[in-house]
T-cell receptor, first 115, second 112 residues
């Protein structure tokens, strides 16, 4: 099946720094990728839709200047958490749409801890 | 998006079947029923999906009620590796964005 690789799996950073998370579709091209956030014991919350070659579409309440999304190629989308604060600590998950069968394939997630 | 309702949790013994119900009384004619599951500290993974007819794959079976207002995911022989949160999600087929909205899901516990 299609594979989505997400890196890093875990990151700890100081408050005020920026963190970049990468999401790669390894064996297929993904014109659309999605970024989710998940707090402990809660469900996934969609943050934004990332379209290759165009600006991301953010869900209501998600700050686009804080969560920068770049989808420069058909196999790579990045999420940068700028000026991270402790309340940004969360599990971030990406997914990619596999157009061959219309399924979504998810990365293994990135646990971000901001001190 | 049409809403789904699932029980918060279910328990099963290893090697016994698990039936996970999902109610979606406001489903529209073009909504597909998708199931994903999330193992601890992992991203979700696709399980199965269907529109009207029952579906089978190597992971599970999906039984869809005739009126499509409910469905049941069936794990035929639960293993410890099936312990996860199972999400029932409706996706409107004609929509181009393919966004999936996750609810609370059902937490499945498998006893050895």
């Amino acid at each position: 099946g299609a594979v989505v690789s997400q890196h890093p799996s875990r990151v700890i950073c100081k408050s005020g720094t920026s963190v970049k998370i990468e999401c790669r579709s390894l064996d297929f091209q993904a014109t659309t990728m999605f970024w989710y956030r998940q707090f402990p014991k809660q469900s996934l919350m969609l943050m934004a839709t990332s379209n290759e070659g165009s600006k991301a579409t953010y869900e209501q309440g998600v700050e686009k200047d804080k969560f920068l999304i770049n989808h420069a190629s058909l196999t790579l989308s990045t999420l940068t958490v700028t000026s991270a604060h402790p309340e940004d600590s969360s599990f971030y998950i990406c997914s990619a749409r596999y157009t061959e069968n219309e399924k979504l394939f998810f990365g293994s997630g990135t646990q971000l801890s901001v001190l | 998006d049409a809403k789904t309702t699932q029980p918060n949790s279910m328990e099963s013994n290893e090697e016994e079947p698990v039936h996970l119900p999902c109610n979606h009384s406001t489903i529209s004619g073009t909504d597909y029923i998708h199931w994903y599951r999330q193992l601890p500290s992992q991203g979700p993974e696709y399980v199965i999906h269907g529109l009207t007819s029952n579906v089978n794959n190597r992971m599970a079976s999906l039984a869809i009620a005739e009126d499509r207002k409910s469905s049941t995911l069936i794990l035929h022989r639960a293993t410890l590796r099936d312990a996860a949160v199972y999400y029932c999600i409706l996706r409107d087929s004609p929509r181009g964005d393919y966004k999936l909205s996750f609810g609370a899901g059902t937490t499945v516990t498998v006893r050895a």
